[in-house]
């Protein structure tokens, strides 16, 4: 049973190109999170979302849009795509309670041409 | 601007013996502490965390210590364990802070 399950776990495109990712859990947490990996392997936050509300938005270029059609869902869209996108990242949960743990999915390996 | 760090980018341990993984934080409204470990192509996975109030907190082979005058803490794996081999990552976060600040992670391997 996979608890926080991402789709696709390694999505290859061209610079300028629109596309999503999208992250799952089944868990029945109320807390979503994106993580960007990048070449230097720091966790860094992006976005994150507590019953469907927007609670932390780092600052990212607005090209990246997350999305939570509901509790166990939290996708991420990303538009225009650049090299600098270049990273892996990784979907996460936790229950709202601010002392659980965030359990990770296994991320997504995006490489830009 | 690191809040988290890991300076030893990488540590090698023999099988049966203590490995010592070092962290150290420079924000002092952190007041809760994790170690993550991870594998190759997966996401990491929660191993242990301590809460400000408490300068150790054990959980088998797993004992995590917290030095706040120093902001300072480490995780002891005893005995170290081939399964052991993996990145360990040390995560920070303030109060009423849903945000994880993770320092950039210790590669252990275990030698048999």
């Known amino acids: 049973d996979t608890a926080v399950s991402q789709t696709p776990k390694y999505l290859v495109t061209q610079m300028g190109n629109d596309k999503s990712i999208k992250c799952e859990q089944n868990l029945g947490h109320d807390t979503m999170y994106w993580y960007k990996q990048d070449s230097k392997k720091f966790l860094k936050i992006m976005f994150s979302?507590?019953?469907?509300?927007?609670?932390i938005n780092e600052t990212v270029p607005n090209r990246f849009s997350p999305k939570s059609p509901d509790k166990a869902h939290l996708n991420l869209h990303i538009n225009s795509l650049e090299l600098g996108d270049s990273a892996v990242y990784f979907c996460?949960?936790?229950?709202?309670?601010?002392?659980?743990?965030?359990?990770f999915g296994d991320g997504t390996r995006l490489s830009i041409l | 601007d690191q809040q988290v760090k890991q300076n030893s980018p990488s540590l090698s341990v023999q099988e049966g013996r203590i490995s010592i993984l070092n962290c150290d934080y420079t924000?002092?409204?952190?007041?809760?502490f994790l170690w993550y470990k991870k594998y190759p192509a997966e996401g990491p996975t929660f191993l242990i965390s301590i809460s400000s109030i408490k300068d150790k907190n054990e959980d088998g082979r797993f004992t995590v210590f917290l030095n706040k005058s120093a902001k300072h803490l480490s995780l002891h794996i005893v005995p170290s364990q081939p399964g052991d081999s993996a990145v360990y990552f040390c995560?920070?976060?303030?109060?009423?802070?849903?945000?994880?600040?993770f320092g950039a992670g210790t590669t252990v391997t275990v030698r048999a």
């Open positions: 995560a920070a976060a303030a109060a009423n802070d849903y945000k994880l600040s």
């Open positions: 924000n002092s409204m952190f007041d809760y």
């Open positions: 979302y507590n019953n469907k509300e927007l609670i």
């Open positions: 996460a949960s936790s229950q709202g309670n601010l002392r659980q743990p965030q359990h």
